[in-house]
């Protein structure tokens, strides 16, 4: 009985790569609401006063071990 396909027809098969990373663990996280902006807060460390700039001149001053943008600086 001949069932119309050979074994040379399995190439043409998708290939599925076996060393992946299952699916579920490729989903980025969920940001919640909100999340943007207290990291801004943390980061003016004014608040809403002058826009959150340290200075009338619009400049950011920078101190000792200070955490600026998710980096440390020091000077």
Known sequence: M???FE???L?????????????SLMV??????GGENKN?????RGGPHNDGYDD????YILKDGECFN???VSS
Do not use: I, Y
């Open 2 to 4: 001949k069932l119309g």
């Open 40 to 44: 801004r807060q943390k980061s003016s």
């Open 7 to 9: 074994k040379t027809s």
């Open 56 to 59: 009338k001149n619009n400049d």
């Open 11 to 23: 190439a043409c098969l998708p290939h599925f790569d076996t060393n992946a990373p299952p699916a």
């Open 28 to 33: 980025v996280p969920a940001v919640f609401e």
């Open 70 to 72: 998710a980096r440390l």
